[in-house]
């Protein structure tokens, strides 16, 4: 089963608009993490975010976590047509992840 | 950079046979993950692997699926008998417990 679900399923936007996606997960966590899979790839890491932070950055990535509503968001800022891939949250740690079905991105020059 | 190496990236084979995946993982990394991937469950974890010992399985179909680590370069995973419900892209993964893991590109297996 799912402990993190994405939303929206799938986003489509313009060269430098900014994406928004979120996720929701049922369980206490320690961490949150994100990752990016481009078509026909595997996941790369892209950010962590602790429990007991509120707002990570990394380059035009933001990540907001909220404990009390059990959700985090992902902000890509001024994306790029290179930005088009699907984005998972992922909760557990560094062993065991479970992973949401992703946000599909599609980002048109 | 290093990187996690899977192979075959592709395999199309009939109901019945068996398949081996095969993962080499980066050089120094003690835990290595298989995961399937499919449109309608998404990514799960079947297994996964500390300094070479088993530590999880519970996510493998056990009556046909095996996972092993024979030496720490190399994690295979193994179907016997396949069938077409095994079609899916499965990835290795692999980490130090301590840093997020990393990938691989995949191996997409069409059971017909």
């Known amino acids: 089963s799912q402990q993190g679900e994405e939303d929206p399923q799938a986003l489509s936007i313009q060269e430098g608009e900014n994406a928004t996606m979120n996720c929701s997960y049922k369980t206490s966590i320690n961490n949150l993490q994100w990752y990016r899979q481009n078509s026909g790839r595997g996941l790369v890491h892209l950010i962590l975010i602790r429990s007991n932070e509120r707002e990570k950055h990394s380059g035009r990535l933001r990540v907001t976590l909220d404990t009390s509503k059990k959700s985090s968001s992902l902000l890509i800022t001024a994306s790029r047509a290179a930005d088009t891939a699907s984005y998972f949250c992922a909760t557990g740690g560094y062993s065991t992840l479970t992973f949401g079905k992703g946000t599909m991105l599609l980002v048109s020059p | 950079d290093a990187r996690v190496t899977q192979t075959p990236r592709h395999k199309v084979t009939e109901m019945g046979q068996e398949v081996t995946m095969r993962c080499q993982p980066i050089?120094?990394?003690?835990?290595v993950f298989w995961y399937r991937q499919t449109m309608m469950q998404g990514l799960e974890l079947l297994a996964y692997f500390r300094n070479r010992a088993p530590l999880d399985d519970s996510g493998m179909p056990k009556d046909r699926f095996s996972a092993e680590m024979p030496d720490a370069t190399l994690a295979t995973l193994k179907i016997q008998p396949s069938e077409p419900r095994d079609s899916a892209v499965y990835f290795c993964?692999?980490?130090?417990?301590?840093?997020?893991?990393?990938f691989g590109d995949g191996t997409r297996l069409s059971i017909l």
């Open positions: 050089l120094g990394h003690n835990t």
């Open positions: 993964a692999s980490g130090t417990g301590y840093q997020p893991q990393h």
